[in-house]
């Protein structure tokens, strides 16, 4: 069936360093790859997504970068902050959507 | 915030007994999901629906489920819960098109426990 791999599962980064976190999806149909971002108690909230004909998108210090061919895509945070420590769930989608398993980054001080 | 409404917010309950977790949205999307969240599972899709009436399976359906009869309601039935249902759940909306994508904004979550 469909899946979506996330790695890593856990991430610590010094403050002010880069992060990345790559999925990988099995269902070449899949056109739209959001990526969510939850802190602890609170709900998923979009922090930003790509569409298949787009290669790459940014939004100030996060971007995301897809591979179609691959079926791979990557989160980039750079000049990471205590606020960014949280569980971040890629996803791929069509008319639902399958997460993966999320990655919990903590910026160490 | 979306206008996404999850009710109860906590319920305790025991083994085998119903119950029914709510999710209503302001917002007029026509798709509404139910998901699960577990510790090293992300979050699972349970179920899912198009339309008034119109649902379809997600990953982990054994053992719920849903009825939508009006576009702003979307409910989750648990017939007879099992310890294995201890779950935080989320409702989540979008209005799904093949240009803009499926951008789905979640409720606030219920967190179930089946004693």
């Known amino acids: 069936g469909e899946n979506v791999e996330q790695h890593p599962s856990t991430l610590s980064v010094q403050e002010g360093d880069s992060a990345v976190i790559k999925c990988t999806y099995s269902d070449s149909a899949s056109n739209y790859f959001p990526w969510y971002k939850q802190e602890l108690g609170k709900r998923p909230q979009l922090i930003i997504d790509?569409?298949?004909?787009?290669g790459e998108k940014k939004d100030q210090r996060i971007a995301v970068t897809l591979n179609k061919t691959a079926k791979h895509f990557s989160l980039h945070i750079t000049e990471t902050q205590p606020e960014d420590s949280a569980v971040y769930f890629c996803?791929?989608?069509?008319?639902?959507?399958?997460f993966g398993k999320g990655t919990r980054l903590h910026i160490l001080p | 915030d979306a206008g996404i409404t999850q009710s109860p917010r906590h319920k305790v309950t025991e083994t085998g007994t119903p119950v029914t977790l709510r999710c209503h949205q302001t917002e007029n999307h026509r798709y509404m999901y139910w998901y699960r969240q577990d510790p090293g599972h992300g979050l699972r899709l349970i179920h899912y629906?198009?339309?008034?009436?119109?649902?379809d399976k997600g990953e982990v359906s054994d053992g719920y489920s849903v009825s939508r009869s009006k576009t702003e309601d979307f409910l989750l039935t648990l017939e007879s819960a099992t310890s294995s249902q201890t779950s935080v759940y989320f409702c989540?909306?979008?209005?799904?098109?093949?240009?803009?994508?499926?951008?789905?904004?979640f409720g606030a979550g219920t967190r179930l426990s089946v004693l």
């Open positions: 629906s198009y339309g008034v009436k119109d649902t």
């Open positions: 989540a909306i979008s209005e799904w098109d093949t240009k803009e994508g499926n951008i789905q904004y």
């Open positions: 790509i569409r298949s004909n787009v």
């Open positions: 996803a791929a989608s069509m008319a639902k959507i399958i």
